[in-house]
């Protein structure tokens, strides 16, 4: 999709004042919205399903120009070796009060799990779709309940989280300073993720790689786990709404969080070591436990944010529950 683009120049006038077309998510459909995209997912039909390597899929989304004036758009190209995607047209102009329809076709080259951002300009604001295609079969990308699953600390999970995690903490990953921070290597994930697919872990992989497939699991679930919180719980930032909404989650999510807070604090139980205090765990895991709905990226970061304190807040006040029923069993013995 690569794609060039120039604006025919404008004589010097009188500075115009231009209606703020940005996207609002939180009021779609309002008449207050200037542009609005008929979706903000390309998923092309597959749902959850596996996409078919070397067959091409089509999906479109219609730009509708709510303004008294003419706004230019323009589709930038994704980096990736493993797929291609195409839009016609990549980029033009919409009329005022009009529509235009964009027309996508991806082909997947290689199997993989395409969990991206295609970024829309508009008048030089930026626009995210969400781009999320998997053609892998096996352990990533797939719904939990599908899944063997074992027990692990007293939750049952996917087998494979616990093998990872087994494999990490043997490793000595707990002492490993900027856990979870720290990238494993690309070809090294990638691999260890076939091996995985494949039911050929073997357990004796860098740390980090094992941090980053942790983290990569949770990021390529069907629906990420924290989306399942109304977004009005995210945006209030209140520690106490989050923890109460936490609390009534339901199977999967329930089980696969308390499996993974429990995890992370044990981690944090060696920040003096790996230097990851509950903080730092919830500023790197976040972004892979909740995806932005909307296609303004400030609101997205804004968000993300939002995620990153309240799971900093959920961490804290688990282990400190944790702290307090030891405490109790040990006046007991």
């Not at 091409?56 to 190209?77: A, G, M, R, S, Y």
């Not at 979870?180 to 260890?192: C, M, N, S, T, Y």
């Not at 976040?286 to 990153?308: F, H, I, R």
Request: charged share 25%; net charge negative; proline share 6%.
């Amino acid at each position: 999709m690569g794609l060039t683009s120039s604006k025919p120049g404008r004589r010097a006038t009188e500075p115009r004042v231009r209606a703020d077309y940005r996207i609002n998510p939180a009021k779609a459909g309002s008449k207050e919205h200037a542009i609005l995209l008929s979706k903000n997912i390309l998923d092309f039909g597959l749902s959850d399903k596996p996409c078919p390597v070397g067959s091409p899929v089509n999906d479109e989304i219609t730009i509708i120009n709510n303004t008294e004036e003419k706004l230019h758009f323009k589709f930038e190209p994704i980096a990736s070796k493993t797929c291609k995607l195409t839009c016609n047209p990549s980029q033009g102009a919409v009329k005022k009060n009009k529509r235009v329809t964009i027309h996508f076709i991806f082909e997947m080259n290689q199997p993989d799990n395409i969990n991206s951002k295609v970024t829309l300009n508009v008048e030089g604001e930026a626009h995210f779709i969400r781009l999320k295609v998997r053609s892998d079969t096996g352990v990533f990308g797939c719904d939990p309940s599908s899944l063997e699953t074992i027990d692990d600390a007293g939750f049952r999970v996917p087998r494979i989280l616990a093998m990872m995690k087994e494999a990490l903490i043997t490793n000595g990953g707990l002492e490993s300073e900027g856990i979870f921070r720290l990238a494993g290597e690309a070809l090294d994930i990638k691999q260890v993720k076939v091996e995985m697919n494949a039911n050929q872990f073997t357990g004796n992989y860098d740390v980090n790689t094992l941090a980053s497939l942790i983290k990569i699991w949770f990021r390529e679930l069907p629906v990420p786990i924290l989306n399942v919180f109304p977004k009005e719980v995210i945006e209030a930032s209140d520690p106490q709404a989050f923890v109460e909404a936490y609390d009534n989650l339901v199977h999967p999510n329930k089980v696969l969080m308390d499996w993974l807070i429990d995890f992370l604090n044990r981690v944090a139980e060696k920040q003096d070591i790996n230097k990851m205090s509950a903080q730092n765990l919830a500023i790197v895991l976040a972004p892979n436990l909740y995806e932005p709905t909307g296609t303004d990226p400030m609101e997205g970061l804004v968000l993300s944010q939002k995620c990153a304190q309240l799971l900093t807040q959920l961490l804290i006040s688990r282990h400190n529950l944790q702290s307090a029923e030891l405490n109790r069993t040990d006046e007991w013995t």
